[in-house]
């Protein structure tokens, strides 16, 4: 994820709270980075937490923002995080999404409607939502379940994590 290694002072850093997990609360090891745009804005941060004690990534959470060409996927390709996942694991195969579902899912007294993205590989799960400032929030995983209890463990995490 060569993404994740930011060459140069800018951008600054997200414009926007990164909605994810706290790592302090939560084990394993946390990698960030920042999509740089052309123009040194932030085209997204995106998260991944390596729960497996250093044998690869277990999740990748990405906050986009409206306009972020990371956003733009066809009908059945899978989202930026689910390749980034892939990449991450060493994992060549072609995932392709073959549908999609949408759930209610309450979110610090909120009722939040959840896209789980349907993928090829059956260890993988996908969900993304919107939040109310534009930001797609997108989750992946692997080998694991989305559950409602991971919502309840998001919040946004201070834009000074992702500052030079």
Same mark, same amino acid.
């Given at each position: ?28 090891? &946390? +990698? ?7 123009? *040194? #804005?932030? $085209?997204?941060? =995106? ?41 991450? &694991? +060493? ?7 073959? *549908? #999609?579902? $949408?759930?209610? =899912? ?59």
């Amino acid at each position: 994820m060569s993404f994740l290694r930011r060459r140069s002072s800018t951008p600054a850093g997200p414009d926007f709270d990164v909605l994810a997990m706290d790592p302090g609360d939560w084990p394993g090891i &946390l +990698g960030a980075g920042v999509l740089p745009g052309p123009d *040194g #804005s932030c $085209q997204g941060v =995106v998260l991944r937490y390596d729960l497996f004690g250093g044998r690869g990534p277990a999740m990748v959470i990405g906050n986009l923002p409206e306009g972020s060409p990371a956003r733009e996927v066809a009908e059945d390709e899978v989202p930026f995080e689910v390749t980034q996942l892939m990449a991450a &694991l +060493g994992m060549e195969e072609e995932v392709r999404a073959t *549908g #999609s579902e $949408q759930i209610p =899912v309450m979110h610090d007294g909120n009722l939040l409607i959840v896209r789980r993205v349907l993928c090829s590989e059956g260890r993988i799960a996908c969900v993304q939502f919107d939040r109310s400032d534009g930001v797609l929030v997108t989750i992946a995983s692997w080998d694991r379940p989305i559950t409602e209890d991971l919502y309840r463990l998001l919040k946004p995490l201070p834009a000074e994590m992702f500052q030079h």
